[in-house]
């Protein structure tokens, strides 16, 4: 290859990923910034009720914090650590949701908290963004325990008992994970890159809980955002198989109602019978 032709690969080369990196750009940007304000002008402030409600659970559980009986309180209901019970910490992981870190500055995280909650909410709906947010929190916090069950070593996955003890709260699992989900859904790398990788790389240099937790939170909102949109189709194949005996397939929420056979006549045997009779008598 000449030197000419070398130079002409690498302009076309560069032709091409500037034009993919413009549509991808553009793509996100749709998905992130226009379909979402189009979304929340259609439906008002109503549209921001949940992002408006963590917000204000944030603040109002980090004042009541700043007492000590209300420390007390806010431990009772909202305070996770491994050492507790399994049954106890399920009951207050939704409470430790809107308990501030203890290591981390309230007022830092509010912005992002609240910006994942409205981006979730105008793009998924309340439902999802509540079970999404608490799924990923959930799966941080008991990957945790079993990390701490199993002890120091185990190839650098299990962690020191010592961190059983340590107040594990926050929605910063919550906003990883709804982040997460959502670049994986909308196909958006740059929030995906600021939101996952950024975790990845505080795990590797501040190696804590809550990093392993932002870890296991990624991990299982990439799962989910992977398997959204696929269970009519899983559906559709797990039903083939069963409609594929000749029946037609039934629409969904429709019940299928049994047509009794119309009654076949008699054959007329016997009239033909006694017609040729009574004409051979005439005869």
């Known amino acids: 290859m000449t030197i000419d032709a070398r130079i002409e690969w ?22 992130i910034v226009v379909e979402p304000v189009r979304r929340l002008t259609r439906r008002g402030v109503s ?28 431990t009772r209901l909202g305070g996770v650590r491994a050492d507790l019970p399994l049954w106890l910490s399920l009951l207050r992981t939704p409470v430790s949701l809107y308990v501030p870190a203890l290591d981390l500055p309230v007022w830092a995280g509010i912005t992002q908290l609240f910006l994942a909650f409205a981006w979730a909410e105008l793009v998924l709906g309340r439902a999802r963004t ?17 990390m701490i069950a199993m002890g120091p070593g185990w190839w650098g996955f299990g962690l020191p008992h010592a961190y059983g003890q340590v107040l594990d709260t926050g929605p910063s699992a919550a906003v990883v994970g709804l982040f997460t989900y959502l670049s994986v859904v909308e196909r958006a790398p740059v929030v995906f890159a600021l939101t996952g990788g950024s975790m990845v790389w505080e795990s590797i240099a501040v190696p804590n809980l809550a990093g392993r937790e932002h870890l296991i939170a ?8 992977l ?8 559906r559709a194949r797990l039903l083939l198989p069963v409609q594929g005996g000749g029946s037609a397939p039934t629409a969904p929420g429709v019940i299928p109602v049994s047509v009794p056979p119309r009654p076949v006549p008699a054959p007329a045997k016997a009239e033909r019978s006694k017609d040729t009779a009574m004409t051979s008598m005439d005869c």
């Open 10 to 31: 690498c302009r076309a080369l560069l032709a091409r990923l500037v034009r993919f990196t413009g549509r991808t750009l553009r793509g996100e940007w749709h998905a």
């Open 47 to 74: 549209g921001l009720l949940l992002a408006f409600v963590a917000a204000f659970g944030v603040i109002f559980f980090h004042a009541i914090a700043q007492h000590r009986l209300g420390a007390l309180w806010v």
């Open 130 to 146: 509540l079970a999404i947010s608490y799924a990923t929190t959930l799966a941080g916090t008991l990957t945790a325990r079993v």
């Open 218 to 225: 990624v991990a299982s909102a990439i799962v989910l955002g």
């Open 227 to 234: 398997l959204h949109g696929r269970r009519a189709r899983l």
